[in-house]
């Protein structure tokens, strides 16, 4: 009779175990989100974490906490998010850098299989562009000019860099001199006092310079063009075609998060990217929406961690 007992506490506890479950996640959430932003404030990751973060709070009812923890090139707040628990209030907002790190960066304290997407949001090209004063007319004549140059980026081992070196190297088949910055303004600041020759930026840093007249973007590494810079012609119009890089924002949590929350955070993230006001407020600074669920979320960012492993290969570049 004790043994018949002890099992059926066992079979009791399990059971109410497996209902339990169901009913956190449905519960979820109640207490405050934190979105890690794994860059500075004012870059493309915080940009768009606090936008999604104000209308998140809004349909949740719950506060959705900004916090920006920036350094070694995202894998800071990255590695942050995936060692805290697997609740769904810690999540990590971030960009590109997080698959291009997986090859680039190899003891950086975690991988890729330590978080899962939740949703990705947004994609914007990188722009190559110039000082107005410069002679080439496009992107053609720029690197077919016989002379070595130099160009600037937000710092060694971003996207943008990355995606430039293995274009000059790779396709364009040039000489180039990578001049890094501790970020997008002073690259830009640099562009526009033409102390450097170009500046290779993923686009929402550069709009506004570009439609100043302060530079002039020559070439986006897209399939078409973008209505924030109608102007600026894509790498393949200018004779390079499947020439795609850039960045995105995506939010992930730690790989252990159940599934029903992911669901939810997903379900809401992409009904805020349905809004014509978001769609809007990214639109206008260069931002594309992406609006996938967790499976194709999922599946994208494995497959931009092998298409920026080939370029960083190609080009030799480690962070080690």
Not at 102 to 107: D, G, L, P, Q, S
Not at 182 to 193: D, Q
Not at 234 to 249: K, L, Q
């Amino acid at each position: 009779m004790p043994t018949f007992r002890a099992a059926l506490c066992v079979l009791l506890a399990a059971t109410l175990t497996a209902v339990a479950r169901p009913a956190s996640a449905q519960s979820y959430p109640t207490q405050t989100i934190t979105f890690q932003v794994a860059f500075a404030a004012g870059g493309i990751a915080d940009v768009v974490a606090r936008l999604i973060g104000q209308k998140l709070s809004e349909r949740l009812g719950q506060t959705v906490v900004v916090e920006n923890r920036g350094g070694a090139g995202g894998n800071l707040a990255a590695r942050s998010v995936s060692g805290a628990p697997s609740d769904g209030y810690t999540i990590l907002a971030t960009t590109t850098s997080l698959a291009v790190n997986e090859t680039a960066t190899r003891n950086k304290g975690f991988s890729a299989d330590d978080l899962r997407a939740i949703a990705i949001v947004a994609f914007s090209p990188d722009v190559l562009a110039i000082h107005p004063s410069n002679p080439a007319k496009d992107l053609r004549a720029f690197v077919k000019s016989g002379r070595s140059f130099t160009y600037g980026s937000a710092g060694v081992g971003t996207g943008p860099h990355i995606g430039a070196e293995y274009f000059f190297r790779e396709v364009a088949k040039v000489q180039a001199v990578h001049v890094p910055f501790t970020g997008g303004a002073p690259a830009v600041a640099a562009a526009v006092g033409n102390h450097v020759d170009a500046i290779v930026l993923t686009l929402p840093t550069v709009v506004p310079p570009i439609t100043q007249g302060l530079l002039r973007g020559i070439g986006l590494a897209s399939a078409t063009r973008n209505s924030a810079v109608p102007d600026v012609p894509t790498y393949g119009e200018m004779g390079f075609p499947n020439v795609y890089s850039g960045s995105w924002v995506g939010f992930f949590a730690p790989a252990k998060t159940p599934d029903a929350i992911v669901a939810k955070l997903n379900a809401e993230i992409n009904g805020i990217m349905r809004e014509p006001e978001a769609q809007q407020k990214l639109k206008t600074i260069g931002f594309g929406v992406m609006i996938k669920p967790v499976g194709e979320a999922s599946e994208y960012f494995r497959s931009e961690i092998a298409t920026w492993g080939q370029m960083i290969r190609a080009i030799g570049y480690s962070s080690d």
